[in-house]
């Protein structure tokens, strides 16, 4: 979950009584409020978030995940052992979501770590929810197995 966080673009939360979704860069995760995680997960992109409210903190619990993620900008890899621990809460007067992450993988590391990323701007309550094209960079760059762009064999117009 890391690695999601480092994104570009601006990210939308919207909240219900029974979950949170995320919307950032064309992707969107699910976190679960207030249950249990599932008996039997089925290993995914993003794993299978669980969330609850530590006062004004919004503590996110994943597992579940697939091995076929980075955790960071530097591909760094792991393994379907991976667990992830966030914090995320509003700091610097609603300016600023910060969002703390501990990483736990005895598969890929000999110990837990963790980390800070804040995310400057992108706090506002009146924010809409907007498209965004992706189609112009749609690269498989780390050979992940995105579809291609399609391409016409010749000019429609």
């Given at each position: ?13 919207i ?32 794993g ?57 993988d ?52």
């Amino acid at each position: 979950m890391p690695a999601f966080h480092l994104n570009p673009g601006p990210m939308h939360i919207i909240q219900t009584d029974r979950e949170i979704v995320l919307f950032l860069a064309g992707r969107e995760r699910h976190i679960w409020l207030n249950v249990p995680h599932s008996a039997n997960i089925k290993p995914s992109w993003y794993g299978e978030s669980i969330g609850h409210y530590e006062g004004d903190t919004l503590v996110v619990d994943t597992i579940g995940f697939n091995d076929r993620t980075f955790v960071d900008s530097y591909r760094t890899p792991h393994t379907d052992k991976l667990h992830v621990v966030e914090r995320l809460r509003v700091i610097d007067n609603g300016n600023t979501l910060e969002v703390a992450f501990t990483v736990d993988d005895p598969g890929a590391f000999y110990q837990s770590w963790s980390g800070t990323r804040n995310a400057i701007g992108v706090v506002n309550a009146n924010n809409r929810l907007n498209e965004a094209a992706c189609a112009e960079a749609n690269d498989d760059y780390f050979g992940i197995g995105l579809e291609p762009v399609p391409v016409a064999e010749k000019p429609e117009f």
